[in-house]
C-alpha cells in the first residue's frame, strides 16, 4: 500500500514540474508542500548587506532571487562610533553605508523563508558583546562581520571569540592589510587557542594569501598564476576550525585567476569553502556584471563534480551554520 502511494505521489510531483516548465513558472515553482523530484539546487548566500551602498531592500529582495540564492545571511554593521577600531568614522557601516543589528533582524523578520541575519557591533564599543548576545539571542545564526581596525588577537575580538564559542556559532572575519582584522600571522594562535569556534576567512588579505608567492601583501588583488601552499591554503588544512567564504571581488578573483589551480584547490578544501556574494548591484538582471552571480558561474565551472558544486552552494553552509532548512 505504501509503495503505491509513493509511486502515486512521484507522478504527481513529476506532473506537476512538467506543467511547471510549460507554463513557465519561474524556478519551475511547485505549490506549497510538494516537493520536487529533480536535484536539490538550493543556494545559501552567507554574505549579504542592508543599505548596501545605498541599495533598497526591495533592490536587495529582487537581486537574491535574480541570482537564484533560497537562504541569505545578512550581516549587520556596528553601530556609528568615532574610535580607532573604525578609523574615526571612515569605517562606519562597513565602509559601505550598511546598516546595523535592528535593520537586518527586521527585514529577515519580514522575509523569513529567505532571509536570516548575523549579529555585530564594533568589539571595544561600550556594551558590544552586550549588544551581540541580544541578537544571538533573538536567533542570529553567526558573528559577522567582523570589519574593524582591530589586531586579531586583541582582548576585544577575543571576548568576541568567547561569546562565538558560547553559543556555537561562527565568526566570519574581513582580512585586509593594515585595515581590518590586523595580524593576519597571528590567526593561528587564535585557531588553536578556540578550537570550538567556526572561523570564516573573508576579503582581500585572506584570498591573496592562497599564493605561497606573495611577498608583498600591500597587493590586494594579485593576478596570474598561483603556487600552492600560501598561508591561506596551508591554514584550511592544518585547522579543522577554519572555513573560507567565496563572497566579493576578491574571492572571485581568487577563484577566476588561475582555473587550474582553482580546480585542486576546490578539490583539497571542498569541505571548507561557501558561496557568498557581498555583492552591492542593485539588481543581478545584467548576469555578465553582476558580481555575485559571476561567482556562482565560476563555482558551476570549475567545480570537478556536481556533488563538490553541492558542497559550495549549498552543504556546507547549512553544516557550518547549523542551519535548519526543509
Known amino acids: 500500500m505504501t509503495q503505491h502511494k509513493n509511486r502515486r505521489l512521484f507522478l504527481k510531483q513529476a506532473s506537476l514540474l512538467s506543467a511547471g516548465t510549460l507554463l513557465g513558472l519561474k524556478n519551475n515553482a511547485l505549490p506549497v508542500g510538494i516537493k520536487t523530484p529533480v536535484a536539490d539546487e538550493r543556494i545559501i548566500d552567507i554574505h549579504q548587506h542592508t543599505n548596501y551602498h545605498d541599495r533598497s531592500n526591495e533592490n536587495l529582495l529582487i537581486h537574491q532571487r535574480e541570482m537564484g540564492v533560497t537562504t541569505t545571511v545578512l550581516l549587520p554593521a556596528g553601530h556609528v562610533i568615532n574610535y580607532g577600531s573604525t578609523h574615526y568614522g571612515v569605517s562606519n557601516g562597513l565602509q559601505a553605508k550598511c546598516t546595523p543589528n535592528e535593520a537586518c533582524y527586521q527585514f529577515a523578520q519580514e522575509h523569513p523563508k529567505e532571509f536570516l541575519f548575523a549579529a555585530n557591533e564594533v568589539p571595544d564599543a561600550p556594551n558590544a558583546i552586550k549588544e551581540i548576545e541580544k541578537y544571538l539571542e533573538l536567533g542570529g545564526v553567526m558573528i559577522a562581520e567582523l570589519k574593524f581596525n582591530l589586531e586579531c588577537d586583541s582582548p576585544e575580538m577575543q571576548k568576541v571569540y568567547q561569546l562565538a564559542q558560547a553559543y556555537d556559532v561562527p565568526v566570519l572575519m574581513h582580512w585586509q592589510f593594515k585595515m581590518y582584522s590586523t595580524g593576519f600571522d597571528k590567526l593561528p594562535s587564535m585557531l588553536k587557542k578556540y ?74 578544501h571542498q569541505d571548507k569553502l561557501l558561496y ?47 542551519l535548519k532548512l526543509d
Open 195 to 268: 578550537k570550538k569556534v567556526r572561523f570564516i576567512g573573508h576579503a582581500q588579505t585572506w584570498w591573496a594569501n592562497i599564493d605561497k608567492q606573495h611577498p608583498n601583501q600591500n597587493i590586494l588583488y594579485p593576478k596570474g598564476k598561483v603556487t600552492p601552499g600560501g598561508y591561506t591554503d596551508r591554514w584550511l588544512k592544518d585547522y579543522e576550525n577554519l572555513y573560507a567564504d567565496l563572497s566579493a571581488g576578491s574571492g572571485l578573483s581568487a577563484l577566476t585567476r588561475d582555473e587550474d589551480f582553482t580546480r585542486d584547490f576546490i578539490q583539497r
Open 276 to 322: 557568498g556574494s557581498d555583492c552591492a548591484d542593485a539588481d543581478a538582471k545584467a548576469k555578465s556584471e553582476c558580481q555575485g552571480f559571476q561567482t556562482i558561474a565560476a563555482i558551476k565551472k570549475l567545480c570537478p563534480s556536481k556533488e563538490i558544486e553541492r558542497k559550495l552552494l549549498f552543504e556546507n553552509a547549512k553544516r557550518v551554520l547549523k
